[in-house]
């Protein structure tokens, strides 16, 4: 992919895995409360979580998250049937991919993972 705005300083992250541990919006909340802490990233309003409750097809139902981060966000997608999730983190600043996959693991007890950085 071409870098369209060298000038701009952008990292991303995409981690997808099949979770272990029991998810809830309380789960998804603390997650993305505790990430940003760790990566050292500031956020600045709440984490904002959807679930949208039968609205759609049900092996797509779960939960959609984001949290604003002041260098731009972070998004969590949750299929609660098939117990897999996607987090994509987009910054404006740098943070340690590895630690933030390391804490991904280790929060969802993650027993499949597959990550890339961009």
Known sequence: MRDLAP???????????FYTRDVDESVV????????AVLELRTYGEATVHA????????NEGYDAFVPLIDSG?????????RFLAV?????????????V????????LSEVEHSAF
């Open 52 to 59: 949208p409750g039968g609205a759609g097809r049900a092996d």
């Open 102 to 109: 390391g804490l991904i693991r280790d929060f969802f007890a």
């Open 7 to 17: 000038d701009i300083t952008r990292q991303r992250l995409l981690v997808e895995g």
């Open 74 to 82: 972070i998004s969590l997608y949750v299929w609660s049937e098939r």
């Open 29 to 36: 909340r603390d997650f993305l409360r505790d990430l940003p």
């Open 88 to 100: 994509v983190v987009f910054t404006c600043t740098a943070f340690d991919a590895d630690r933030a």
